[in-house]
């Protein structure tokens, strides 16, 4: 028994995050889970990218015990357990510091939902999770960061198979998917639709949300029982 | 009789967008016609630019038919279809979600003609066609984008033959031209003209219009009986 | 008696507008004179700069006829003749529409001296050239917006040897230099400089500019009797 | 006896200026210490990028005049040489002038600490040291810029240790660090910082300071005696 498939994937995912102008330095991480044996692959903590491999990446547990590797796992470890505890369909979390879906998360704001491109990806504003709690930071900073996601999207009524990105109030933005590669598709998305509601902004700091109508036929295109985009 | 000078075309047109920076992900497609055979070629649904080939691409009736091909064409490709149909001397278009055009028409405003480098391609602001209504909406939404572009354009008497790009409000911008490979210059202008324009209503927010002589100057330059830009 | 050097130099100029993101499409040109033979070698109009080669220049004089070459020369060649004529210690000449430069010149503003940056390179703002007026347009163009150049320059007691750059409203920058591998390093900076004191403006639009004796020092380190700045 | 390593480490780290989109033209220089034999390496004035080696590397002592090199080093050695007179501990400065960091520079405002991106790095504002009077610019300019900064410093109470970049009012960033190659990590970060905190402040112009607990969190996860970020 090895983990050979999970390790390949995560570390796919985190050369993308680069090659996708994602991360710089060694900002951002990726991990991909086996939920029947309750452990994912993760970026080992502080290595740069041209260091990475599939051996290098690190096996943990969903308490976010290490399980095989000799690496330290990334820092942010813990919030990727709690995802993956909490939400049983998540195979894959994603984690970076992009430029302007960063800047929304440091504008302590959700990203408006303005145009049909954001509405092809979820039907509800990009959610900015509140500031932590004094206590949350003291204590169990990063597990406390994942309760932190999980729990602002329970207090909205979302679903995360239906809102896959979230940014954390002066932190940055947290993604996941079905599959890793989703969960970095997700990442590229949130920070293009963090620009584009930017510059809108910058344009015109009036500009209206996407209405009920369009928002819905979009989405419905991409997800859903009639949609009709892509080859399946 | 045989598709495969079109399909070429839409292959070229397709990684074009791709090379020039015009699209992310799956986003965006570009279709060559043949107005004799009233056929075209277009980008196969949802599939990653590494994998386009001419052999993949789509062809379909003016009717927006599949006659040619393995692959779900484009989900806009009645959108396509509706111009080709209403417009004869079209030979290719392009829809992209670039970056600065896209925000200008989540913005739901005209990119103002404000210099030389707009007036070198067309003598109007950049139109930004309205929302569209409920009922266009909810029934044939991408053969209906098409009538709200073509509607748009015969409202403000405008002819597709002078101005070959449009935005359409809460979604992004639509380009054509007499060939496929115009219509991606097109696209790669509007952006740009999209990007100088937002930076100037920054710098200054009373930026004027470029004045009547100056748009016809340049204009006249690149079009008309006295061009004298380019080679013929 | 051959032209191979300046059609040489004008070709590598060319290309280098390109290489460094000066320009896109067929927009932009240099050109490289020999005041001796007065006569210049320019890039052909509307040409893709693939296309390009040393032998496609076009050697024209300085009153804007072609002495040799097959193709039509830009259509911003009578521009250049007359900086050439004007202005005899001039090798090169360059315009780009380079998005940030453009920019300002659309809102027909000075750029201000914010910086060490800038002041590296000229000790007054880059000027921008008023709009011209409708009998200098409607006549012969673009030797007119040559005299607009030089005109502007004398009216601020400039010298082209000081300020190697200037801006025409609603239209783009041109550049200048004892040679045109000058002239391209000017509308590198030229563009840089624009691109800081617009991003400079929008954090603090109250930002003041380089105090005299900074400006001052800042220059006197790359120019003049003292210079203490490269190699020579 | 020789100079061979901090010459290669100088060569590199200047590479790695350019490699990372932080300096044009031959703007920037980067120095390596040996602070044992009181000498440093740095980059020759105004040699191109292409055209530096780890030969051509200039060897300097701490009061600024040249030991070993043929040519002469960089216009800014003096700021670099007081740095290094200063501060026992600095390996390593570096001086760019990349867009956004000179853009605050130019605005003489601190980078504000709005997220956790800048906490890993810095727990304060980078900190914007004042502009030079009259008499520190007509004097000995280079070297009292190097005064400026550890002035500026002091004068917060920051320990170089701990804070390891400042912009200079009206010029630009110096960064430095233990090595080198922890200098050039610096100067990525300060145009990253910068980038981030100028578009939060335009989505968000009253976005609050990160609070004191999160501050610290972050900073400790890197630096101190409980640090549990990368490898050792």
């Given at each position: ?13 985190n050369m993308a995050l680069k090659s996708n102008g994602l991360v710089i330095a060694t900002f951002g991480n990726a991990s991909a889970a086996d939920h029947n044996r309750r452990v994912f ?192």
């Open positions: 028994m090895n983990f050979d498939e999970i390790r390949y994937e995560a570390y796919k995912a692959a993760i970026k080992p903590s502080g290595v740069p990218y041209e260091e990475l491999s599939p051996e290098n990446m690190v096996i943990v547990d969903f308490d976010g015990k290490v399980i095989e590797g000799e690496l330290r796992p990334s820092s942010d470890t813990l919030t990727h357990a709690v995802l993956y505890t909490e939400w049983e369909g998540i195979g894959g979390v994603v984690h970076t510091h992009s430029t302007y879906a960063t800047a929304w998360a440091q504008s302590q704001k959700d990203v408006p939902i303005l145009g049909t491109t954001h509405a092809d990806h979820l039907v509800v504003d990009i959610p900015c999770a509140p500031v932590m709690s004094d206590e949350m930071i003291a204590g169990d900073y990063e597990r406390m960061t994942g309760y932190q996601i999980t729990q602002s999207l329970a207090e909205r009524n979302l679903d995360p198979k239906d809102v896959e990105m979230i940014l954390v109030s002066n932190h940055a933005p947290f993604t996941w998917g079905a599959t890793v590669s989703k969960a970095v598709y997700n990442s590229i998305i949130c920070e293009e639709i963090s620009k584009m509601a930017f510059i809108t902004r910058q344009i015109n700091p009036d500009a209206q949300k996407l209405k009920e109508g369009l928002i819905n036929k979009h989405y419905e295109r991409k997800h859903g029982p009639n949609s009709y985009y892509g080859q399946d």
